[in-house]
């Protein structure tokens, strides 16, 4: 017996996948471990360095560098495939191609990827703010450059002893 709910359920997989290429449309791609978002990402991450000026135009954003590595790895991968024989498999060949293409405005536009794989925009959410700070000291009223930190003990002795500090004098705090 043929469960028709999971037939339903791929077809609207496939159909969210294609909407998800879309080059005219954003997209915040959220599924479990293992559902194949890298591989989504990797494809419309070449499907939008097919429509830019410039690679430096497309940003992706992950929680983790090991995800932002893992994307990087499969854009460039792919990359390195699209010189290969087309593969068999259709999803393969879809990414095979749309690599294709990415190599082709490569080459009219002069990025060089291969050999300028930094020109790719892939970052962690800390990372994406730490840059757009760094190019903007006055504006984000740092002054300095920031500093990511991992042991946060005494930023958070410093908030609580202001927190304290800011009770004891009776003023109210929006």
């Not at 959220?30 to 070449?46: D, E, I, V």
Request: net charge negative; charged share 25%.
């Amino acid at each position: 017996m043929i469960d028709k709910s999971v037939t339903v359920d791929a077809a609207q997989d496939v159909i969210e996948r294609r909407e998800a290429l879309d080059p005219q449309r954003s997209f915040i791609v959220q599924a479990p471990a293992g559902s194949g978002k890298t591989s989504l990402l990797t494809q419309r991450y070449l499907t939008l360095l097919a429509h830019v000026h410039h690679p430096e135009e497309i940003i992706a954003i992950t929680f983790t560098r090991k995800a932002a590595a893992e994307m990087r790895n499969r854009i460039i991968e792919a990359l390195n495939k699209a010189c290969d024989v087309p593969p068999v498999t259709e999803h393969e060949r879809h990414t095979w191609e749309l690599a294709r293409a990415v190599l082709a405005r490569d080459e009219h536009s002069g990025w060089n990827l291969l050999a300028h794989p930094a020109r790719l925009r892939i970052h962690t959410i800390d990372a994406l703010c730490n840059n757009l700070t760094r190019q903007m000291p006055v504006l984000s009223n740092f002054g300095a450059a920031p500093v990511t930190t991992t042991d946060m003990a005494d930023l958070y002795r410093e908030a609580a002893r202001e927190t304290l500090a800011l009770l004891e004098t009776g003023e109210k705090w929006s």
